[in-house]
């Protein structure tokens, strides 16, 4: 018994160090920071003076800042219809592309892919183009249609519906993970449900949707942690404009960080973030114990 | 043994790491130590020595200065290393404050964004130029032309040093006033004249928008500061620190921009002006003929040069409102500055007073009809000894009182961001911008109180 302990604590032993360097990198680039900025969450700093400690003088001028709420209100938005919208989006498209019966399914399954693989900035300027108010190529397809296509990216009404549509272009890594959610769903359900008379919307909300349940849960977290992180293409495409709705809030962040020297500031803002991150995917937890599926 | 091997080998991993972080991290402090001091030591001599550069040029201006740097190692011995940073020399995008707060800054920094510059000047970022403005041939800036003193000092010190600077000018179509029945020689001096011209000129078909006489906020009219300036506030005022956006002036800007908006539905103006190509474009709406009237700086002349040669037109200096900054301009200047902690602050010197020979300047004239700094340097310039009526103009403008650089405050960057905002906000929800404007200069009165 004596010596199975001191293997064992041998053993703990030699697997610390052997990811001591692991955490001597956590602890120095990670959890120094994240401390570090707690404290300036506290404090006047703009990085080149010395920084004053004012309390909770930023978090105070944070609830009064109108821009603040805007950002949030704007990231919200994002959260609740792009991942709501690309979600449904990524599913319906798994589901087709895991129909064998469709011909030239892997190259379907590349096509769907290949978006991710564009970069960020060159997608945002591809995007520019395609929703050009005049020619792009969607007011295009609308006018085909003998619909009148809106201002897209200049109008502060469809600039964030625009970014949702560039998001359902770009969800092909989920896209991959459903399918291969789909793909551990054993057929005999399906088979069984045939024979009991379900037809196709049946099998897909008694059995997909729940037997998926995990994998939408995996995925809808990701996206919302993404949302809060949606950065570059704002910065590229709109800038925030027009009439702030497209400032998110990492784009808001930024600029008082880095362009109005309010590190002080910015660091509230991101424990703010932080926190409001946490209750939600807490709160997508709850729900998928409640509603999902488990073994 | 199994254990000492594990025990040893994890000991041995982490310390490699450690020792090879610190050594590299040492590595490069050691080396830059040493080149300083070696040369420090050398005496006055600063061949071999190396200069670190930060510019802000891309494309073709990359070019022009990748030359211009060669000139001057090949002149002085003195080596540069240069990185560029597009848009600005990493002021926007957080690089120069993030080298400043790690020790590692250049030596030289150069911005297409004075007020940017101004702003780190105002945080105690930058080290004076004061002990070189001599040696450089300048004269604590007393020669500079008067828009520029304002931008040079901030607490009586002189921190950022201009290269050369742009006006803008109304660019307007020839033959579209001809058509329109006016008077080409007579173009718009005033705001009210401004307003009329622009509606002659606009052709409106069913609702659609063919072609537009005028829109304020299209090209350098899209600048936070642009109207402001020319309306005549004052925006910020150094003496008593304080904003001053609530004038009537500041008010009528947006008033009057939103006349436009409302005018010609703001939805159906954004559309038409959103499809726009960029200034380097053949796409421009000025060279598409799209908009009869632009605001823009003197690179346009270059511009429509390469891209829309047959496009027949005159350039006037900017229309003013009665009280407005009449026959001046906006200047959009390149400035130099160096960062706090600069190793090499004499090598930076070196570097300036090369820039801002004439011989080296010239290029930048020529192509781009940017101005120099001091009114004397204008006659030796191509486009004055060819008698070019665009750079008269633009000589005129550069040498009134009623050109500077606009919204030089310690909040420069924050306040140009929130006019862009309030712009938006006033034309697109038609409010009133007074209670906007006093919000906007409350809250960041405040800032600057703070200090």
Redesign the interface.
């Known amino acids: 018994m004596n010596k199975k302990m001191n293997i064992a604590r041998r053993d703990f032993r030699n697997a610390m160090l052997f990811i001591s360097l692991w955490i001597i990198g956590v602890i120095a680039f990670k959890l120094y920071p994240i401390v570090i900025s707690f404290y300036y969450s506290l404090t006047d700093y703009s990085v080149v003076k010395k920084s004053e400690f004012i309390g909770f003088g930023n978090y105070n001028a944070l609830f009064h800042d109108p821009l603040f709420y805007k950002s949030l209100s704007n990231t919200f938005y994002m959260i609740c219809l792009g991942t709501v919208c690309s979600t449904a989006a990524a599913i319906a498209i798994a589901v087709l592309l895991n129909n064998k019966g469709i011909k030239g399914l892997s190259f379907l399954r590349v096509v769907f892919f290949i978006p991710t693989l564009v970069p960020v900035v060159i997608a945002s300027i591809l995007w520019i183009w395609l929703l050009q108010p005049d020619n792009g190529i969607i007011n295009e397809v609308l006018g085909f249609f003998g619909l009148t296509g809106p201002v897209w990216l200049a109008s502060p009404l469809w600039a964030k519906p625009a970014f949702i549509l560039m998001m359902v272009w770009s969800s092909g890594t989920a896209i991959i993970i459903y399918l291969a959610g789909l793909q551990e769903i054993p057929d005999s359900l399906y088979e069984s449900a045939s024979i009991d008379g379900a037809g196709f919307f049946r099998k897909v909300f008694s059995i997909t949707l729940p037997l998926l349940s995990p994998v939408i849960l995996f995925n809808v977290v990701t996206s919302v942690i993404g949302i809060f992180q949606w950065f570059a293409e704002p910065l590229i495409m709109t800038n925030g404009g027009p009439d702030n709705s497209t400032l998110f809030y990492s784009l808001n962040l930024y600029r008082s960080a880095f362009q109005y020297f309010k590190m002080g500031y910015a660091s509230a803002m991101a424990w703010i973030l932080l926190v409001i991150a946490m209750i939600i995917i807490l709160i997508l937890f709850r729900l998928n114990k409640r509603f999902g599926y488990s073994e | 043994m199994r ?1 000492t091997v ?2 040893l ?3 041995v ?2 310390t490699g ?2 020792a090879g972080c610190s050594s590299g991290g040492g590595g490069g402090s050691t080396g830059s130590g040493t080149d300083t001091g070696s040369t420090g030591g050398s005496g006055d001599s600063k061949a071999g020595r190396t200069l670190t550069y930060w510019s802000p040029f891309s494309g073709d201006s990359q070019k022009w200065d990748q030359g211009r740097i060669e000139a001057f190692t090949k002149k002085t011995g003195i080596k540069v290393d240069v990185q560029f940073i597009a848009p600005d020399g990493g002021l ?3 690089k120069l ?1 993030a080298a ?2 790690g020790g590692t800054v250049p030596d030289l920094v150069e911005t297409s964004s004075p007020s ?1 510059g101004y ?1 780190f000047a105002t ?3 930058l080290m004076p130029w004061d002990p070189y403005l001599a040696d450089i041939g300048f004269d604590s800036g007393s020669q500079a032309l008067p828009g520029f003193k304002d931008l040079m000092k901030y607490d009586d010190k002189t921190y950022l040093l201009p290269q050369d600077s742009n006006v803008l000018l109304l660019y307007y179509n020839v033959d579209m006033f001809k058509e329109a029945g006016l008077d080409p020689d007579k173009p718009p001096k005033t705001i009210e004249e401004l307003d009329q011209y622009a509606e002659k000129l606009t052709k409106v078909d069913n609702g659609k928008i063919e072609r537009l006489g005028f829109v304020p906020w299209v090209d350098s009219g899209a600048d936070p500061f642009t109207w402001l300036w020319m309306f005549g506030s004052k925006i910020y005022d150094p003496a008593t620190k304080k904003l001053e956006l609530t004038d009537d002036k500041s008010v009528n800007v947006f008033k009057w921009m939103n006349s436009y908006a409302q005018k010609y539905d703001p ?1 159906k103006l ?6 726009f190509g960029g200034m380097f474009s053949p796409d421009h709406p000025f060279m598409t003929g799209k908009i009869a009237m632009t605001v823009t700086g003197n690179w346009f002349t270059n511009a429509l040069k390469i891209y829309a040669p047959k496009v027949n037109y005159k350039v006037a200096k900017i229309p003013v409102p009665a009280g407005g900054r009449e026959g001046g301009s906006p200047l959009y200047s390149n400035v130099f500055m160096i960062p ?1 902690g600069a190793k090499n602050p004499d090598l930076a010197a070196e570097f300036v007073k090369f820039a801002l020979t004439p011989e080296v300047n010239m290029d930048n004239f020529a192509q781009w009809r940017s101005i120099p700094i001091t009114d004397d340097k204008f006659d030796e310039v191509t486009w004055t000894k060819e008698g070019d009526p665009i750079y008269k103009i633009e000589r005129e403008e550069a040498k009134s009182e009623n050109s500077g650089h606009p919204g030089l405050s310690p ?1 420069s ?2 306040l140009s ?1 929130a006019i ?2 309030l712009m ?2 006033v034309i ?2 038609n409010k009133d911008p007074k209670p906007l404007l006093q919000a906007l200069q409350d809250k960041l009165q405040a800032e600057i109180d ?1 200090g």
């Open positions: 254990k594990s025990v080998t994890a000991v991993l982490t790491l450690v926007s995008n957080g404050l400043i707060s940017r702003n945080e105690d970022s939805a954004k559309s038409f002006t959103s499809g706090k909040v960057s924050e961001d862009t905002q938006d906000n697109y929800n703070k």
